[in-house]
């Protein structure tokens, strides 16, 4: 995902700045929508080497912010140019032009090592041309969604993505870790706004995959019926309430966004900047008051229309704020296209919704949020997917 700025760093259109952005989420849903990454591209993974059990001893939020890291050190690698990204929970993928993947390579090696050095947790990461990716008979397809009018996202189809990761978990195309102590840009990497509780009822992390030879036509169908069924909710399931989420002090990732931005600066004198530049922060959330181009009323309504919650991703992903009856339907209706071999799905339930953010500036409105379930989100429900796929009922399908 990318917001539309006016230019980029190699003072030119791309393929991915003449894309159309599309307003109608369920567009999405066609393949005729996606148009073919360039051959002289590539595509770059990465994930967090054993995650479920991360989560599972409650760094869900270390877990989000590396994940996090993988886009932001790209972002600032690469400058001001536009390209395709998205964000998986316990890790990310993006796609950038040949010219650029010196950078991406050194960004995404550092992301690795920094991770390592940081808090303790193996990444994997990957490059892979999307040459390589058609010779092996699938494809990227790529797609723009606006969610407001200060940020679109990027939406991925064709298989290769995935792919591409799972070649990269079986260890092929492996980047290694930049040399020890080496640390990535995350200029603009934050997680400061408190949890979001469900309102409505659970917080579903929701994640459907199509099965191999699946037929489109029929995936399309079941997509419409997926997303007419979440846009029945308040908001279309937002998590996010529409004031805004919720800003405490001292905020409760604090330790990871000194962690994020330190660099070689020691980890006491950053929190004590930070803690300076939150404090500040707090006043004008409290109070409404405005500083130059700094509107804090409009900055958080600005923070819930930009949230990703959700996407496709050669499959697609949701994080909702979802009422018992709603989740009932939405099962029935997952469950009934499962048993017919047309897709696999998992879904994680929490109480609450965490958001990693990427903020250039705060006057500017083209701040990105991730958004992902507090239980596990994206991570778990995947981990659900893998548990049914080795079940023997869904082996007797396969």
């Not at 894309?19 to 005729?32: A, P, Q």
């Not at 939406?155 to 260890?171: C, L, N, P, S, Y």
């Not at 949890?195 to 079941?222: F, Q, Y």
């Amino acid at each position: 995902a990318q917001s539309a700025s006016p230019a980029n760093s190699e003072g030119m259109e791309t393929f991915y700045d003449r894309l159309v952005v599309h307003d109608d989420f369920e567009t999405m849903s066609l393949i005729k929508t996606y148009a073919p990454l360039p051959d002289d591209w590539f595509v770059g993974v990465a994930d967090v080497v054993g995650s479920t059990g991360e989560i599972e001893r409650g760094r869900y939020k270390v877990v989000n912010t590396v994940g996090a890291a993988v886009i932001s050190a790209q972002i600032n690698a690469v400058g001001a140019l536009r390209f395709p990204y998205v964000f998986g929970g316990d890790g990310a993928a993006f796609a950038l032009p040949q010219s650029q993947r010196d950078k991406a390579e050194k960004a995404l090696a550092a992301v690795v090592r920094w991770a390592r050095e940081e808090f303790n947790l193996e990444m994997r990461g990957a490059i892979v041309p999307v040459s390589t990716i058609r010779e092996n008979g699938l494809d990227v397809a790529v797609a723009r969604y606006r969610a407001s009018k200060g940020v679109d996202y990027a939406m991925f189809a064709g298989g290769g993505v995935t792919w591409t990761d799972r070649q990269m978990k079986e260890g092929k195309f492996r980047l290694e870790a930049a040399p020890a102590g080496a640390r990535p840009d995350l200029t603009g990497l934050s997680c400061r706004w408190t949890p979001i509780r469900a309102r409505k009822g659970n917080i579903l992390s929701l994640l459907v995959l199509p099965e191999k030879d699946a037929d489109p036509d029929e995936l399309a169908r079941l997509y419409h019926r997926i997303i007419a069924i979440e846009e029945s909710l308040e908001r279309a399931g937002h998590p996010v309430p529409a004031t805004g989420p919720g800003y405490s002090w001292p905020p409760e990732g604090l330790d990871l966004e000194v962690a994020a931005t330190r660099g070689k600066t020691s980890f006491a004198v950053q929190k004590l900047k930070l803690l300076a530049a939150t404090f500040i922060a707090l006043i004008f959330f409290k109070t409404g008051w405005k500083a130059g181009a700094f509107d804090p009323k409009e900055y958080v309504e600005t923070t819930a229309a930009n949230a990703d919650f959700r996407k496709f991703d050669d499959g697609l992903k949701m994080t909702i704020d979802c009422d018992a009856e709603t989740q009932a339907q939405l099962t029935e209706l997952l469950e009934k296209s499962s048993d017919a071999g047309l897709i696999r799905y998992g879904i994680c339930e929490q109480p609450e919704a965490i958001m990693t953010c990427i903020v250039p500036s705060v006057t500017r409105n083209d701040h990105v949020h991730f958004l992902d379930g507090s239980g596990g989100g994206y991570t778990r429900a995947a981990s659900l997917l893998k548990e049914a796929i080795s079940s023997p009922e869904s082996s007797a399908r396969s």
